[in-house]
């Protein structure tokens, strides 16, 4: 097979590289190759189970059209000072611009006009204050949340849309390696489930595999000689308290998005992917890693709220592996759970005991993982890191009274893969000609919007209009 653009993962990266090439008339052939399937096929059976039935070959929540983002909540940040570091790359107004313009493009596809996190000044104002008086930063970003199952819908119509256009889009088809000739890349090698692999020829090749792809990147990284380093791994919990604590923040800011750097070892931790009324979840990665999630959605709400609270770790020197250091974390708490996610109450924490199962009965904050595994997630955490977020949990509870009751819950892993960051210029060129990495796999961008906004970019760069 023959293309001139052959984009490996159907992500938010990928999807709007080919939408963008599409809205400035480019007539160049597109392939994209998604190991998953099609965004109307992919459905996860643990609302009826009520437990992780561990899909084969890949878990639906991960992997398909759409990528992990749109079936985990579905938060849009319109704000370029979050979703990671592209606007080093590209420069803060241009990244502000892109992020204004592919906005419109999600509202084109019936994303929700609503804003989140602008109405009320004077209460972001105060909420601020008592941020900086925990030794906090709070970043105020406007948030389109689309909604778990609203963002079902949409993708749908994305992906309805690139079919109609001209695109080509090969389901349940992997890319096993890259092909490279004289330091340019000449398109890839890829096998369709239960067949041969065959070899597709492309001018350009993009990669766009996503957070779960991130540690295949790496490998092909090394393999090839395509200049990357090792950047940063977050490892944390995913904290769930009763609404009833977080009700001025989550109808404030409906997500607040606090920094620290909790002593004694003053690592970055900050809080991620808050989903008021929302329920925690289980993801599956495809070496049987189960981490744990949120989902929020616009019509069912449970009584909690959670959020992800990470440690930035980076490593260097002789070690310099991070993704397989937070693998190895994650390993080890599945163990301790017997395959599950574990949870532990934060008092029990603090007095140095495990969670048991009835325990969690008495409590106002009732699981909204039923298959979680009472435990000890101590046990597995590292020092270091529980250290930072005991620490931290105390601070945000300056900023949100009761966040550090004895009953809030924690779940572990939340583990975030994106530390492998690949050397680009500002055109998403790689050392490696016609061969571009873009979203959370290139180790640039954390987040939808941030991916959503690589990808148009690399549109224009591929249709010769910057």
């Not at 609302?47 to 909540?73: E, V």
């Not at 090792?230 to 009763?242: K, L, M, S, Y």
């Not at 607040?256 to 809080?271: A, D, E």
């Amino acid at each position: 097979m023959k293309y001139d653009v052959l984009i490996v993962g159907a992500g938010p990266s990928g999807i709007f590289t080919a939408i963008e090439m599409l809205r400035n008339n480019s007539k160049k052939k597109i392939l994209i190759v998604e190991k998953g399937e099609a965004v109307e096929n992919r459905s996860c059976p643990k609302s009826q189970t009520r437990k992780c039935m561990n899909c084969k070959p890949y878990c639906h929540i991960t992997t398909g059209f759409s990528g992990a983002g749109a079936f985990s909540d579905g938060k849009l940040s319109l704000s370029c000072e979050v979703g990671g570091t592209l606007p080093e790359l590209i420069g803060e107004q241009k990244a502000q611009e892109t992020i204004d313009y592919t906005d419109k493009i999600y509202l084109e596809f019936g994303a929700d006009t609503r804003v989140e996190g602008v109405s009320d000044p004077e209460k972001i104002r105060a909420i601020r204050k008592k941020a900086i008086n925990a030794n906090l930063k709070l970043v105020d970003c406007p948030i389109r949340h689309l909604g778990t199952e609203m963002a079902h819908g949409l993708y749908q119509r994305i992906e309805e849309y690139l079919l109609k256009n001209g695109v080509d889009i090969m389901f349940r088809t992997e890319c096993v390696d890259i092909i490279i000739e004289d330091g340019i890349c000449k398109g890839a090698v890829i096998r369709e489930r239960n067949a041969s692999e065959q070899t597709v020829s492309a001018e350009h090749t993009v990669i766009a595999t996503g957070r779960k792809g991130a540690d295949w990147l790496e490998r092909i990284c090394v393999e090839h000689s395509i200049a990357h380093s090792p950047g940063t791994v977050d490892i944390g919990v995913r904290v769930e308290v009763r609404s009833e604590i977080m009700e001025e923040v989550n109808d404030v800011l409906y997500e607040s998005k606090l920094i620290g750097y909790p002593q004694p070892f003053r690592n970055k931790v900050r809080t991620f992917c808050q989903n008021p009324g929302g329920f925690v979840a289980q993801e599956n990665y495809d070496n049987g890693l189960a981490v744990v999630n949120g989902h929020s959605f616009k019509g069912l709400k449970s009584d909690n709220t959670n959020l992800a609270i990470l440690c930035s770790h980076n490593f260097s020197t002789p070690f310099n592996q991070p993704i397989e250091y937070a693998k190895k974390v994650g390993e080890l708490t599945n163990m301790l759970g017997a395959g599950h996610i574990l949870v532990q109450r934060y008092g029990d924490i603090l007095d140095g005991k495990r969670t048991w199962e009835k325990e969690l009965s008495f409590s106002n904050v009732k699981p909204t993982l039923p298959d979680a595994v009472a435990g000890d997630i101590t046990a597995a955490v590292p020092y270091r890191t529980m250290t930072n977020i005991i620490n931290f949990i105390k601070s945000v509870d300056d900023v949100v009274p009761g966040f550090a009751s004895r009953e809030t819950l924690l779940y572990s892993p939340e583990l975030k893969f994106y530390s492998n960051r690949v050397k680009m210029d500002e055109h998403l060129n790689t050392n490696i000609g016609g061969l571009h990495c873009l979203g959370d796999s290139s180790g640039w961008t954390r987040g939808l919007m941030m991916a959503s906004i690589m990808g148009v970019l690399m549109g224009r760069e591929l249709s010769g209009c910057r």
